[in-house]
């Protein structure tokens, strides 16, 4: 059987996951009405007419006003615990999330219930849901420079159980080169680096996540396609590409999974892998993207077992 869960006997790695875009309208609902918080939408079939998207910024508008009902320890662990439970259902072993923790300090939630509530929930993973799982901090691009360089102060500070510093948000206008100096500083920090990049931005982009802030990684990647030399560098280097093949579909960076280049990238030698991205705003988790694929794509068996033993060799283990 095709479709469900990936290679389960090799295991299975979620490398591109927002633990913020993992926040289901249900638990929305609950969080708002536990910090008695008037949350302008409050009927479930209300709130999900609102997801419909033309783009990645139609999107993180409405990513960043749900987020408001985010607000104790208690409301981050239950967050990651929801998701961490769902991703063990989908064949998940190893489960590395990206959080913002920028988006939290602004909104005046201080960083130590962030990870507090995160990293109690990353702690217990492997007891609770048998993945073992890890956080990484994304720094949003589209905030100012200075509050980049702030965050990775105070994360740093906290000694937050980080493994890695990633780039996200607002892709278009918002270079990776603003943060050549950020990204350096992380690294001498001893934390692995990726960046969303050729997601909505060029391959330009691309290069610069990796030339200037030492992207080991790169989230999404999918514009590379249109530039061979990078496709040939990529190849080359072997510098995993964590496609969100569901998010592409519903942010419009493709007409439809029929047509997503994944297949083209696997024949390229590209050591791309597949992850949900924004699970609770783009139709489903892995085992969801991996039956979407099977379905609309034709995915044999032996590229889900690429997908997976390629997720495997990009984790940051
Ligand atoms: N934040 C959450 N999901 C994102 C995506 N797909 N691209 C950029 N930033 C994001
Ligand atoms: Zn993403």
Redesign the pocket.
């Known amino acids: 059987e095709v479709g469900a869960s990936a290679s389960p006997e090799h295991g299975l790695a979620e490398l591109h996951v927002?633990i913020?875009?993992t926040l289901e309208p249900e638990l929305i609902l609950e969080l708002a009405e536990r910090n008695n918080i008037d949350f302008p939408h409050s009927d479930l079939d209300e709130l999900r007419a609102r997801y419909e998207f033309t783009e990645?910024q139609s999107?993180?508008d409405l990513?960043y006003a749900n987020m408001d009902v985010l607000r104790t320890a208690e409301d981050f662990s239950d967050l990651a615990r929801a998701y961490l439970a769902r991703a063990a259902r989908a064949g998940v072993t190893r489960a590395e999330f990206?959080f913002?923790p920028q988006a939290h300090v602004v909104r005046g939630v201080p960083l130590t219930e962030v990870v507090e509530g995160l990293s109690d929930a990353v702690a217990a993973a492997h007891r609770e849901f048998g993945v073992d799982a890890a956080m990484i901090a994304?720094i949003v691009r589209d905030h100012p420079v200075p509050d980049a360089h702030e965050i990775l102060g105070e994360l740093l500070r906290l000694q937050a159980p980080i493994i890695g510093l990633g780039l996200?948000?607002?892709?278009v206008g918002y270079p990776p080169s603003l943060f050549e100096d950020v990204f350096a500083r992380a690294r001498a920090e001893g934390l692995r680096i990726t960046a969303?990049a050729g997601?909505e931005g060029p391959p330009e982009y691309v290069w610069q996540a990796l030339d200037l802030l030492g992207a080991e990684r790169i989230?999404?990647g999918i514009r590379s396609l249109e530039d061979p030399a990078l496709v040939a560098r990529l190849v080359d280097e072997q510098i995993p590409l964590t496609a969100?093949p569901l998010?592409n579909v519903r942010?419009r960076v493709v007409d439809s999974l029929a047509v997503h280049p994944l297949r083209r990238m696997l024949d390229a030698g590209l050591a791309v892998c597949v992850n949900s991205?924004?699970p609770a705003y783009f139709g489903g988790y892995v085992d969801d993207v991996f039956a979407a694929l099977h379905d609309q794509l034709g995915l044999t068996v032996d590229e889900r077992n690429t997908l997976a033993r390629n997720s495997i060799r990009a984790a940051f283990t």
């Open positions: 927002h913020e875009g990645l999107f993180l990513y990206f913002d994304s996200d948000s607002a892709e969303h997601e989230d999404h969100c998010s942010l991205d924004d």
